[in-house]
């Protein structure tokens, strides 16, 4: 993956993560491999490093190559197939898996992987509406998201900062946000099996270590404002409330140490 000019240790913790999430998994060599919502690649790295050189991953993001920064999702894509991972890895990006003109014969994958990208899906029907369409494209579905279950006072911060964004992103009608739906373990174990997926194993992994919570807290302070004149329904009441919300996650970030949340992990037939 590209070096993060900030801090080098950055992405060595986020492959970290991935490796324990793909282990868990049980993600096996000369696999053929489905990521949907594969983003910058950072799980794509580690899938196609453990499928090996008779593997293939298959990304598919419904984000424009020029979305993110400081480098955009198709400069970290270009970086990975250009490395010695780069033949064993096909990347569509402006791809709506929803869309009537994807489509792959049944059984097509060995594993289909969806690792953080369900909070990016714009409601739990679309959710549910992916999970359908996809059962006939693999054997296994691999399923990662943060665990809104926190344990500790450090989590609350994160857990805080992610509740407010998707609160006021309930009122909005289209949305480039990090979080558009906040799904709970049991939102996700709900619509898993209501799609006809039979979960077989669940976890809850330590990312505590991972800088996402820090990132999003930052994200949400600097954006909160701005974002609630975006929505012009928003009755004046919400807005106290996430006022008092925003007054709760400043405290709690100067009385604890910031951690991020937890990661639920299942795999299901």
């Known amino acids: 993956?590209?070096?993060?000019?900030?801090?080098?240790?950055?992405?060595?913790?986020?492959?970290?993560?991935?490796?324990?999430?793909a282990n868990f998994w049980d993600i096996k060599t000369r696999s053929k491999v489905l990521e949907i919502g594969c983003g910058q690649?950072?799980?794509?790295?580690?899938?196609?490093?453990?499928?090996?050189?008779?593997?293939?991953?298959?990304?598919?993001?419904?984000?424009?190559?020029?979305?993110?920064?400081?480098?955009?999702?198709?400069?970290?894509?270009?970086f990975l197939q250009n490395s010695?991972?780069?033949?064993?890895?096909?990347?569509?990006?402006?791809?709506?898996?929803l869309s009537p003109d994807i489509n792959f014969p049944k059984d097509s994958f060995d594993f289909i992987v969806l690792s953080h990208c369900s909070w990016y899906f714009k409601s739990p029907e679309e959710l549910f509406e992916i999970l359908k369409k996809i059962k006939d494209f693999g054997k296994t579905l691999c399923f990662a998201e943060w665990d809104t279950r926190?344990?500790?006072?450090?989590?609350?911060?994160?857990?805080?900062?992610?509740?407010?964004?998707?609160?006021?992103?309930?009122f909005k009608e289209n949305s480039f946000s990090n979080i558009r739906t906040l799904f709970t373990p049991i939102d996700i174990q709900t619509i898993a099996k209501s799609?006809?997926?039979?979960?077989?194993?669940?976890?809850?992994?330590?990312s505590?270590?991972?800088?996402?919570?820090?990132?999003e807290?930052?994200?949400?302070?600097?954006?909160?404002?701005?974002?609630?004149?975006?929505?012009?329904n928003l009755p004046a009441k919400f807005k106290a409330l996430f006022q008092s919300q925003i007054y709760l996650l400043e405290a709690?970030?100067?009385?604890?140490?910031?951690?991020?949340?937890?990661?639920?992990?299942?795999?299901?037939?």
Request: glycine letters at 6%.
């Open 1 to 21: 993956m590209p070096p993060n000019e900030y801090d080098a240790t950055i992405q060595r913790v986020q492959t970290e993560h991935r490796l324990n999430l």
């Open 41 to 78: 690649g950072d799980t794509t790295a580690v899938l196609a490093h453990l499928v090996g050189a008779e593997g293939f991953v298959h990304g598919i993001d419904i984000a424009s190559p020029n979305y993110g920064s400081p480098v955009t999702l198709g400069e970290s894509i270009q």
């Open 84 to 97: 010695s991972l780069g033949n064993r890895i096909q990347i569509d990006f402006e791809t709506n898996i």
């Open 150 to 170: 926190i344990t500790t006072n450090e989590q609350l911060p994160h857990f805080l900062s992610v509740l407010i964004q998707a609160q006021y992103e309930c």
């Open 195 to 206: 799609a006809g997926w039979n979960i077989l194993t669940e976890n809850t992994i330590d």
């Open 208 to 215: 505590s270590q991972l800088q996402d919570g820090k990132w």
């Open 217 to 232: 807290i930052e994200q949400t302070l600097l954006d909160y404002e701005k974002e609630l004149l975006v929505v012009d």
């Open 252 to 269: 709690a970030i100067n009385r604890n140490e910031i951690k991020s949340m937890s990661t639920y992990a299942f795999a299901a037939k």
